[in-house]
């Protein structure tokens, strides 16, 4: 496959692969026109869209978060690897893409979703011509938290329950084992209050501000979770914690991640797409031993790829450029 000029023209190897049992979770698959002994590695993407909005074809419109690294792995001789392409729909708390669906869905569905894909991948790789050991998430904003929850968590069948408010609402096969993560402006930590004076936003107990991902009162029993309830569920949604601990409990091999600049705020949680994100979460993974690497770019850098190896002045071509060698040299 050569990629068109035009992404949203571009149709999938297979489409509507269902991935888990529930209506939402479904992938697509974007096959390389080469491939290489041992099979091709595979980029997973998870769109974003604060877990309420989006789905699995946004990579392929031309400036759309995803598209620009997608476009670069799957086109010939820029990369030292053969790459195939996955882009995968999962649990939101309205669902109004490609698979319409009668959730709400809350934390932890969009998290066990991911894991959930990666294993069925794994499990599917020689159909699909991957190396299950070459597995790479690849995920903005929402999508990177979900990439980062997933490469850090330890696999297990289902989230333990967080509280009586919530019940466990999955028990299907994942896998958190993954080569490396790509987190393009992923939100990392929900853990601060605006009470607490560290960030200039309303995201506190009542969770307003976080509706996609913990809504107002948990739909499934109509119980409001209590302020310690959502202290627990907060920490056990944030990458960060994950980071943070003793012993890891997971981890890839490495993370690249690209944030937005921004004007320093002082409050380090004050915009959480912003460079002292970045500068948080990858202390915290140098501090636990893990490869990583980061850039800070202007916003809209890494939306205007032009498809063409030709045509190498481009941001986000040269982004893609450097984000590719730090993965490939993981590999």
């Not at 020689?126 to 299950?132: D, E």
């Not at 009470?195 to 501000?209: K, L, Q």
Request: charged letters at 15%; proline letters at 6%.
């Amino acid at each position: 496959m050569s990629y068109p000029d035009t992404l949203d023209d571009l149709v999938p190897t297979t489409e509507n692969i269902r991935y888990a049992p529930h209506l939402p979770t479904r992938m697509e698959f974007y096959e390389n026109a080469e491939s290489q002994d041992g099979g091709n590695a595979a980029l997973v993407f998870i769109h974003g869209g604060s877990w309420s909005g989006n789905d699995r074809t946004l990579f392929r419109v031309y400036g759309a978060n995803g598209y620009d690294l997608c476009a670069y792995a799957l086109q010939s001789g820029l990369t030292a690897n053969k790459w195939n392409v996955f882009s995968i729909d999962y649990r939101m708390s309205t669902y109004t893409g490609v698979n319409p669906s009668s959730y709400p869905s809350l934390y932890p569905d969009g998290f066990n979703d991911t894991a959930c894909a990666v294993q069925f991948i794994k499990d599917n790789a020689a159909s699909f011509g991957i190396n299950p050991s070459k597995v790479v998430l690849f995920g903005s904003s929402a999508g990177g938290t979900n990439a980062l929850h997933t490469a850090f968590r330890r696999s297990q069948p289902y989230f333990a329950k967080t509280s009586p408010a919530m019940p466990r609402r999955f028990a299907y096969r994942s896998s958190s084992s993954v080569a490396a993560v790509v987190n393009f402006i992923g939100p990392i930590d929900f853990r601060y209050d605006e009470e607490e004076g560290t960030e200039t936003w309303t995201y506190n107990h009542n969770t307003a501000g976080w509706s996609g991902l913990f809504g107002h009162s948990l739909t499934d029993s109509g119980a409001e979770w209590s302020s310690a309830e959502m202290d627990a569920v907060k920490e056990a949604a944030s990458p960060l914690a994950y980071i943070e601990m003793p012993v890891l409990e997971q981890r890839p091999s490495g993370v690249y991640s690209v944030y937005n600049a921004t004007s320093p705020t002082g409050k380090p949680y004050a915009n959480l797409h912003a460079s002292e994100q970045a500068a948080i979460l990858h202390a915290a993974l140098d501090a636990a031993g893990v490869d990583n690497d980061y850039e800070v770019i202007t916003s809209g850098a890494w939306e205007d790829y032009t498809p063409s190896p030709t045509v190498q002045d481009s941001p986000s071509y040269m982004i893609s450029g450097r984000v590719m060698t730090f993965i490939e040299d993981l590999l």
